[in-house]
C-alpha cells in the first residue's frame, strides 16, 4: 500500500489538513473525502485494506497529523465500528469499505444504523468509471442496495464532486433524524485530482418544537394521577441528557429508559422504575415516550389496562416529524430539538402550579424494591450450571460509574438489560430493534478509542461470538483491550425455549457443548479463562480486568434458565 499511495501522491499538498473551512484544497479525490470528514468531527477511519479505496488511506496516513486508521477482519466490524462511534461520541462515524462484497458485508450494519438512527457515513469503492459496463473486478451498482436501509445512497462521479458530496453526506447523517449515508467513488475517479472547498462540519440543531403541542402536553401532565415517561436514544443523540434529568427531577414523574437512553436516570435514581416496568406501564393513565419508537420493545404503543384500570393516553415526542407514530393512537405528539421540548414542557408545567405524583412513585417504589430483594436470590445463586444472573451479580459491582457495556447476544443480554442500570448516559450499547448478532466487537473496539480510560465489557452469547470473534485479532494489533464475558449456554437460547413451547421439540438451536472460545482468543493474542464454578467468576473478572489485554471470561450457564420474555418482539 505505500508504494501505491508514493506514487498517487505527487500532486497533493504537503499536509491534507493545513486547509480551513471555507478554503480551496486540491488533491485526490481521497484527500477531498477525508478532508470533509475530518471537517465534520471523524478522528477514525474504519475499513477493511481493498484496492479501491486506497486514495482514502493514502489521505488519512499522510495528513498531518495522521488520522487513525482501524483496519478489521470482516467488513461487518468496520461498519459495526463506524455506527457504535456514532452512538458514543455523538458524531458521524466513518467506515470505508471496498467496492461489492466489501460494501454488502456492511450492509447488516447499515441497516442496525438506521434502525437506531445512528449516525455514520459509509465510503464505497466502486468499479472504475471507465470501465463500466465491461466487466470489471466487482463491477456493481450499489446505491439502490442501500437506499432502503439509508438516509442517502449516491455515487459521487468524478473527483471534483467529493468534497461537497462528503460534506453533504457528513451533514445528513448528524441531522435529526440521525442516519447512515452510503456514497461510493469509482475507482479511476478516487485517483483523480480536483479540488473543493473545506466546509464548515459541526452538529446540526434540530428544528424548534410547536409550543402550542408542548403546552398540550404539559396540560396532559397536570391532569394526570399516574404518568410515566419513556425516555430513548434519541434523547441522548439529540444532547438532550441534562434537559431530560432536570424534567424527571423537577417533576417527580417515575421514569423508564431503553436502548442509549439508559443511564439518562442514573441507575439508583428513586424516579427510574425500571423494576417496576410492568406495574408502571400496565397501571399508568398517561405515557409520555420521548426519542424512541413505539415498537414491540413498547407493546406498540398500548398502554394502562392492568388489574382493571382504564387504557392509557399516549403522547409521543420525536427529533422529527417522520419519527412520530403513524400506528398509535396519540392523545397529542410534537417533534423538534429535544432539549428544547423537555425545557419547553417543564416551563409549561411550572407556570402552571404544582403537581405531584408522589404517592404514585410511592407505590413503585415500593415495587422496585420489592423486585430488588427477589433478584438477590438469582444473583447470589449458586446452582450448577451456572445460572446466568449470577454472572450480573459478579459483574455489577465491579462495573465503574464510567463503563460502557456492550450487549451482543439473545437471552444472555436479555438478563443484562434487567440488572444492569449504568450511572451515566452514553454507557450502553446494544443492537437496538433490528436485533443484529455480531455487533459487539466492532463496537467494543468504538468503545474502546472513544472512551479510553474507561471499563470496556463487552457481554457475549456463544451464538453471537460466532459472527465476530476473529476481530479480537483487530484489538490485539491495535492494543485495544477489553474485557469479554460470554454466557456459553452451548445454544441458540432464544430459539431453543420458543421453539419447544411451539412444537413440544427444538431443531437447528444446539451448538457444540461448552467449546472452549477463550482458546480460541489466547490464540489471536488475548488471554482467557473458562469458569464453571459460580464461586469463581468474581475473581476470574477481576483477571480480567487486571490483565491489560484482549480477555475473554467463558462461562459455562444453564441452558434451561431462560430468560422470563412476555414477548418474543412479533
Known amino acids: 500500500m505505500s508504494e501505491q499511495t508514493t506514487d498517487q501522491g505527487a500532486d497533493r499538498p504537503a499536509t491534507t489538513t493545513s486547509a480551513r473551512a471555507g478554503e480551496e ?25 481493498g484496492a479501491h479505496v486506497f486514495p482514502m488511506y493514502d489521505a ?33 462515524g466513518l467506515a470505508v469499505l471496498t467496492a461489492g462484497p466489501g460494501v454488502t458485508n456492511g450492509v447488516s450494519a447499515i441497516a442496525q444504523a438506521q ?60 441531522s435529526s433524524h440521525r442516519g447512515p449515508v452510503f456514497v461510493d467513488v469509482p475507482m479511476d475517479e478516487f485517483f483523480n485530482s480536483a479540488s473543493g472547498v473545506v466546509p464548515a462540519g459541526g ?68 424516579l427510574l422504575v425500571t423494576k417496576a416496568r410492568g406495574q408502571a ?70 407556570r402552571r402550579g404544582q403537581t405531584s405524583y408522589a404517592a404514585w412513585a410511592s407505590s413503585l417504589q415500593e415495587t422496585v424494591r420489592a423486585a430488588t430483594e427477589r433478584d438477590r436470590a438469582l444473583l447470589s445463586a449458586e446452582a450448577d450450571p451456572i445460572h446466568p444472573a449470577r454472572i450480573y451479580g459478579e459483574l455489577v459491582p ?51 478509542i472513544a472512551r479510553p480510560s474507561a471499563q470496556v465489557v463487552l457481554l457475549l452469547g ?18 485495544l483491550p477489553v474485557v469479554m464475558v460470554m454466557g456459553n449456554n452451548s445454544a441458540w437460547g432464544l430459539e431453543k425455549g420458543p421453539m419447544q413451547m411451539l412444537y413440544g421439540y427444538d431443531v437447528a438451536a444446539d451448538l457444540a457443548p461448552r467449546t472452549a472460545y477463550h482458546e480460541v482468543v489466547k490464540a489471536l493474542g488475548g488471554a482467557g479463562e473458562s469458569v464453571t464454578d459460580p464461586r469463581q467468576i468474581g475473581p476470574a473478572l477481576d483477571r480480567a480486568f487486571a490483565s491489560g489485554v484482549p480477555y475473554l471470561v467463558n462461562i459455562i450457564t444453564d441452558v434451561d434458565a431462560a430468560y422470563p420474555r412476555a414477548t418474543f418482539g412479533i
Open 115 to 174: 434502525f437506531n438512527g445512528s449516525p455514520m457515513v459509509v465510503v464505497g469503492g466502486r468499479a472504475p468509471q471507465n470501465r463500466w459496463g465491461s466487466g470489471s473486478l466487482q463491477e456493481l451498482d450499489q446505491p439502490p442496495i442501500l437506499a432502503p436501509v439509508s438516509k442517502l445512497a449516491r455515487t459521487l462521479p468524478t473527483a471534483g464532486e467529493v468534497m461537497g458530496g462528503m460534506d453533504e453526506a457528513f451533514t445528513l447523517a448528524g
Open 25 to 49: 484544497l486540491t488533491g485526490h479525490a481521497g484527500v477531498l473525502a477525508t478532508a470533509a470528514a475530518r471537517a465534520h468531527g471523524v478522528e477514525t477511519m474504519f475499513t477493511l485494506s
Open 462 to 479: 456463544d451464538g453471537a461470538a460466532g459472527f465476530s470473534l476473529m476481530d479480537v485479532d483487530t484489538l490485539v494489533r491495535h492494543d
Open 203 to 270: 452538529p446540526q440543531r434540530g428544528a424548534e418544537p410547536d409550543t402550542d403541542a408542548i403546552d398540550t402536553i404539559a396540560g396532559l401532565l397536570a391532569a394526570a394521577e399516574r404518568p410515566v415517561l419513556v425516555l430513548g436514544t434519541d434523547v441522548w443523540a439529540d444532547r438532550a441528557e441534562e434537559a431530560a434529568l432536570r424534567l424527571v427531577e423537577a417533576t417527580g414523574v417515575p421514569t423508564l429508559t431503553n436502548g442509549m437512553g439508559r443511564g439518562l436516570v442514573p441507575g439508583g435514581h428513586p
Open 398 to 448: 465491579r462495573l465503574a460509574d464510567d463503563a460502557v457495556v456492550i450487549g451482543d447476544g439473545g437471552d444472555f443480554v436479555s438478563f443484562a438489560g434487567k440488572f444492569v442500570e449504568p450511572k451515566r448516559p452514553g454507557g450502553w450499547l446494544d443492537p437496538g430493534p433490528y436485533g443484529c448478532l455480531g455487533a459487539g466487537l466492532g463496537a467494543a473496539i468504538a468503545a474502546r
Open 281 to 350: 406501564l400496565g397501571g399508568a393513565d398517561l405515557v409520555v415516550v420521548v426519542g424512541t419508537p413505539l415498537d414491540f420493545r413498547l407493546g406498540y404503543g398500548v398502554f394502562g389496562g392492568k388489574d382493571g384500570a382504564p387504557a392509557a393516553r399516549v403522547v409521543h415526542v420525536a427529533d422529527s416529524p417522520a419519527q412520530l407514530s403513524g400506528h398509535a393512537e396519540l392523545a397529542a405528539s410534537v417533534s423538534g430539538d429535544l432539549t428544547a421540548v423537555l425545557d419547553g414542557l417543564l416551563g409549561a408545567l411550572e
Open 60 to 92: 488519512a496516513v499522510t495528513a498531518d497529523p495522521p488520522m487513525r486508521l482501524l483496519d478489521v477482519r470482516h467488513e461487518q466490524t468496520a461498519a459495526f465500528a463506524a455506527e457504535a462511534t456514532g452512538k458514543l461520541t455523538r458524531v458521524p
